[in-house]
């Protein structure tokens, strides 16, 4: 199969660690006794990913607390009443606020690359979280002696190092989980703050050469959590002419659970820069149907209409559980869906002649 094929990040939790995650928020469990529950649900999970046939893998997020908040888990300097995030279905995730400086993650993405690394037999990929979703941090009111502009230098140079770690640790690719970015045109539908995103993304994309960032890419979606969505309701074409702006290698866009996929396609085949590689989303996590290999195959086929075979790829739309408390998605769908995105996708490359 010569059409690269990946998947964005997080599987479900098996039921041995969703407990132990409990127990250990409880006091119940060590440290220790903890990690060795999350080692074992990583092994599991690369294990069965290499079962399916996947080219390219990942640790499943397995020890991340979620996709967005692994940077800044345990630090002394937050406070629990952030930026709130709506989903359609009523619920809401909120973030933490800042209440101090220097900013500094507590915890790398390196450290979770490395450990798959050593239980993996094929290439693994990292994500990581955009600077952009961390810059939602810092509180509306300024932070004595902290002014905003000390915490951006101090994010950029934290950004850049955990991309850079996982690049020099041997990462095959390193995805940078935007989802925040079409999320920030409901909150501000004249754009300003998605301006603010793409300018600050790239403040730490340019400090990368031309040879890494082709190695970056760039992930976007409507939110996934609890079989919902923050901002599916959110016009794309509104988005994505600017996201194509940010100086990324690869682009992974949902597309399997878009209302109108051929509209997105156009849009993106206008603006596709020139070295870029579009991963587009054959698989909806959030349906709990298995899609079918043909399926798959129908909607590679659909974007080759629209987009370079050689700069074409497939993802799923999503983590199928970007939050570690997620149960809505069961592990055996997830690998299930992930093995009719592989065939499919390589349905699609024989009927291309690629």
Known sequence: MTIPTELIGSIPRPQELQAAMAAHGAGEIDDAAFAEVQQRAVSDTIRRLEDTGSPVVTDGEQSKPSFVTYPIAGSSQLAPAGAVIPFADGHQRQLPVLTGGPFRYQAHAVDYLKAAQALANVPVKQAVIAPSAMSLLYPSEPIDGYPREAFLTDLINEAEADIRSCLDAGAQSVQLDFTEGRLSLKLDPSGGVLDQFIELNNLVLERFSAEERAKIGVHTCPGGDQDSTHSLDVDYTGLLPKMLQLKAGNFYVQLASE???????????????????????????????????????????????????????????????????????SRETAFAKIKARLEGTALAAEQLGV
């Open 259 to 329: 209302p109108d996929p051929e509209k997105v396609l156009a849009v993106i085949a206008e603006y596709l820069p020139a070295d870029a590689r579009i991963f587009v989303g054959v698989i909806d996590p959030i349906d709990p149907r298995v899609e079918t290999p043909e399926e798959v195959r129908d909607r590679v086929l659909a974007a080759a209409r629209h987009l370079p075979v050689d700069r074409l790829g497939t993802c799923d739309d999503c983590g199928f559980s970007p939050f570690a408390d997620d149960t809505s998605t």
